[in-house]
């Protein structure tokens, strides 16, 4: 085996386009300072990304921003040794702030990195970005590989329109022979995935000599992702595993010949009461086993758990029922699905149920027969005791919501700050279900139901749950290869 070696990346930009904001998407921290302002990041910080078994070690540089690059540009071409110059020059940190600033980006870059990661603003035109040529021949003086990585890309759109993006930069940025690579990187709309085609891709600009160390560190980045991806929809399996088993058994009433003759012909309220309260319970446990789900996988992804309301919240907002419901029913039944019925939580923790919600849920299915509901929930007998259990077409559309929740949370960029908005676009339910057109629900639902405990039944549902996931990842980024496990 090779030695251990010391790999360092410095990322570099103009100032105010989200250096510290990507920084912190990458070592997964809250490293540094986070404003809407320029030169927030004032030293070169270096923050450790990834370290072997071996003892390698990954660096990344957060540096301060380019200021007057164009101002810079012009009193550097008229040294006959321009970043030399530059680096022993003494500048006025307060008077003259922006070549201050630029000289400390430019000596943690020289001194220390390997390869130079060069962040742009993805939302505006290359050729509108006044700056780009005179940082770009900065760059050149350093003789150091450049990839440029873009940010601020926007909300998760589909593949081919990021795609033509990343192709307008590329075409643009080739008249620049320091410019190896050109890579979407977003802070704020990124999977993993794109993490890994990063580091996949920086390989050949790693020297020969340091390249086994770089593959050791690879592997070892890949091994974390892919045991947190594993772990994360574990935690998802197990919750809907749990969600199919469960029931609730009907409030006990009198017997009596007059109840009797009442529910014969179908006007015993009570009876409607009791089967409102007992699937407002089974649903408040649902949502209950959903919200500690996600915030489990919010900690997997080192993201604040407290975010996990938040975040289902959103993936209600772009879920679309596919019931026959109205549009005030869909909208419950899709706050159920993502765990963001709250009210119906509170109601069923009560003691009671408030404002109609418990008529809502009953009309969402149509009301319980003698012979089930017709699409949410099902009523059976269990040692001659009536109960309610979730339905097999409403499991199934909670599978579909587990895998909008798990790209939410995979997308997130901490950069961010707190998960907020846009990362769980429309387009990812057709992904979803697409990838969950073969399975047999029928026969997966009955399997759960019939596991000897709740860890067969959770691998029951592993089974289904990985490779739809999966699928769903490789339709959303087609020409990025998935680790393998």
Not at 413 to 428: D, H, K, M, Q, T
Request: glycine share 8%; aromatic share 8%; charged share 20%.
């Amino acid at each position: 085996m090779s030695e251990p070696v010391n790999i360092q990346f410095a990322l570099v930009s103009h100032t105010n386009n989200g250096k510290t904001t990507l920084a912190r998407t990458l070592v997964g921290m809250d490293v540094g300072e986070v404003r809407d302002a320029a030169h927030v990041t004032e030293f070169a910080e270096a923050h450790p990304l990834v370290e072997s078994e071996a003892g390698d070690q990954l660096v990344l540089w957060d540096t301060p921003g380019f200021g007057d690059s164009v101002r810079l540009l012009k009193r550097l071409a008229m040294a006959g040794n321009p970043i030399g110059w530059l680096l022993r020059e003494v500048f006025d940190r307060y008077r003259d702030r922006p070549f201050w600033l630029s000289q400390q980006a430019l000596r943690a870059a020289r001194d220390e990195a390997d390869v130079v990661l060069y962040l742009v603003n993805s939302s505006e035109s290359p050729q509108d970005a006044g700056y780009l040529p005179a940082e770009m021949k900065i760059l050149e003086w350093l003789g150091k590989p450049v990839v440029v990585l873009l940010n601020q890309m926007g909300p998760p759109r589909t593949g081919a329109q990021e795609q033509g993006e990343q192709q307008r930069w590329k075409q643009y940025l080739a008249q620049y022979p320091v410019v190896k690579e050109v890579l979407p990187l977003d802070a704020f709309a990124r999977c993993w995935v794109h993490e890994h085609v990063f580091y996949e891709a920086l390989t050949p600009l790693i020297a020969p000599a340091r390249q086994p160390g770089y593959a050791r560190l690879l592997a070892a980045w890949t091994a974390r992702n892919r045991e947190r991806f594993s772990n994360a929809l574990h935690t998802s399996a197990e919750q809907l595993a749990a969600a199919a088993r469960d029931s609730e058994p009907l409030p006990q009433t009198e017997r009596g010949m007059l109840r009797s003759a009442l529910k014969a012909v179908g006007i015993d309220k009570d009876e409607q009461r009791r089967q409102e309260l007992a699937m407002a319970a089974l649903v408040a446990r649902l949502e209950d086993g959903i919200n500690h789900a996600t915030a489990r996988m919010l900690s997997l992804h080192r993201i604040d758990p407290g975010q996990a309301l938040t975040i289902n919240a959103r993936v209600r907002e772009n879920f679309a029922v596919r019931a026959p419901v109205d549009k005030a029913q869909a909208g419950l039944l899709g706050a159920v699905v993502s765990g963001a019925a709250t009210g119906l939580s509170a109601d069923a923790m009560a003691g009671g149920l408030t404002m109609g919600a418990g008529a809502l849920l009953g009309a969402i299915v149509g009301g319980l027969t003698m012979a089930g509901a017709a699409w949410g929930f099902n009523q059976r007998q269990d040692r001659d005791r009536a109960s309610v259990q979730f339905a097999d077409p409403f499991l199934q559309t909670l599978l579909v919501g587990a895998i909008l929740r798990y790209l939410a949370v995979a997308h997130f960029g901490r950069g961010r700050g707190n998960y907020v908005e846009s990362e769980a676009p429309p387009f990812w339910q057709a992904e979803a279900e697409g990838a969950l057109a073969a399975v047999d629900q029928v026969r997966l639902w009955q399997a759960v139901r019939a596991a000897p405990d709740l860890g067969a039944a959770t691998r029951e549902v592993e089974a289904v749950l990985v490779p739809a996931v999966t699928a769903a990842l490789r339709k959303l980024y087609p020409n990025v290869a998935l680790p393998d496990k």
